[in-house]
């Protein structure tokens, strides 16, 4: 289980450089690829039950 975790916070890190590097090239694309990836992370996140 702990192992699962540390694996889902790695992407999630990796989603995040994404999203700064989205911010660094282009701040109106930033806007929906962060919230593509929220999204993503939430559908992750309630079908493991952890919303």
Known sequence: MQFKL????????SHNLTILI???T????????TNKINQK???IA???GYI
Do not use: Q, S, V, W
């Open 26 to 33: 282009n701040k109106d694309k930033a806007g929906t690829a």
């Open 22 to 24: 989205a911010i660094l």
């Open 6 to 13: 540390l694996e889902e916070f790695r992407i999630a890190k």
């Open 41 to 43: 992370l939430n559908k």
């Open 46 to 48: 309630r079908g493991k």
